[in-house]
C-alpha cells in the first residue's frame, strides 16, 4: 500500500524537458491531404472567396500519441523505453509546414475531405512514427499516485500536459553560409572590377585631349591664320 508521502510525491508536478521519438497511441492515423501515416495532423486551409474576402480552417488530429524516451544503454531496446502519452488537445505542437497549393494534389484532396468548394490554399503539419522530438511540460502520473489497483487505475501511465513539442528539424546555417560568403564576395569582386573599369575610362578620356593636342601638326595650331595672296609685280625692262 502506497504511502501518503509517495502519493503527495507523485501527484505534485514535475516539470520535464527532453529529447524523444514519436510513437503510435491507439494505432497510426492517416493525413487527410498526403494520406501519409502520421501519429498527428494539422492542417490549416485558407480558402478563397472572392478577391478580397477568405475563410482560414484550422483542423487537427485529436487521438494520443506516446513519447519514447531511452535510457541510456536500454535506449537499443524499444521495449525498455519509458513511454510519455501526449494528448494534442493539452499540447503546443511545432513543426515545419508543408505548402499545398491551389490546384495541387493535396488541396484537392483537403476539399475532398473537407466539403470545402473553391481554390483552397493547404499548409500541412505531421509527426510521423520515429521522429525527433523535444518536450517540456509537467509529467502528470496518476496510476502512480494512486498506487495502480485494478479498479482504480487510469491505465494511461505517465502523461506530458501543459507541453510544449517541437519537431526537430536539420538546420541550414552550415550549408547556406558558405554559399552567401561566396556569393558575397563575387558581387563584391564584380563591384570592385566595375569601379576600377570606370576609374580607367574616366582617367583615358582625360588624357586623350591632351596627347592629341601635342602629336598635332603646326599648320594645325588652333593660332595659325592665312595672309592674304599678294598680287604679282610687274617687272620693268
Not at 44 to 59: A, G, M, N
Not at 87 to 116: C, D, M, S, Y
Not at 142 to 168: K, N, W
Request: proline share 10%; charged share 20%.
Amino acid at each position: 500500500m502506497a504511502s501518503p508521502d509517495a502519493d503527495a510525491r507523485a501527484l505534485a508536478p514535475a516539470p520535464v524537458s527532453f529529447a524523444a521519438l514519436a510513437s503510435a497511441g491507439a494505432g497510426l492515423l492517416r493525413s487527410p491531404v498526403s494520406d501519409q501515416a502520421c501519429v498527428y495532423w494539422r492542417v490549416r486551409i485558407t480558402q478563397r472567396l472572392t478577391d478580397r474576402s477568405q475563410l482560414v480552417h484550422e483542423i487537427a488530429s485529436e487521438e494520443a500519441f506516446e513519447l519514447r524516451w531511452g535510457r541510456g544503454d536500454r535506449a537499443h531496446d524499444p521495449n525498455l523505453d519509458v513511454r510519455v502519452r501526449l494528448a494534442p488537445e493539452a499540447a503546443r505542437i511545432h513543426a515545419p509546414p508543408v505548402l499545398h497549393r491551389e490546384g495541387t494534389p493535396g488541396a484537392e484532396a483537403a476539399a475532398r475531405a473537407f466539403g470545402l468548394p473553391g481554390p483552397l490554399l493547404v499548409e500541412e503539419v505531421l509527426i510521423r512514427v520515429g521522429e525527433a522530438l523535444s518536450a517540456e511540460g509537467v509529467i502528470s502520473d496518476l496510476d502512480a499516485a494512486v498506487g495502480a489497483a485494478p479498479f482504480r487505475g487510469t491505465s494511461r501511465g505517465p502523461e506530458l500536459v501543459d507541453a510544449i513539442v517541437t519537431v526537430e528539424t536539420k538546420s541550414l546555417a552550415p550549408v547556406l553560409l558558405p554559399w552567401a560568403l561566396g556569393t558575397a564576395a563575387a558581387i563584391m569582386s564584380a563591384m570592385g572590377l566595375a569601379t576600377y573599369a570606370a576609374f580607367r575610362a574616366n582617367l583615358l578620356s582625360r588624357a586623350v585631349p591632351a596627347a592629341v593636342s601635342t602629336r598635332l601638326p603646326r599648320f594645325f595650331s588652333p593660332h595659325a591664320q592665312l595672309q592674304p595672296p599678294e598680287l604679282p609685280h610687274p617687272r620693268m625692262p
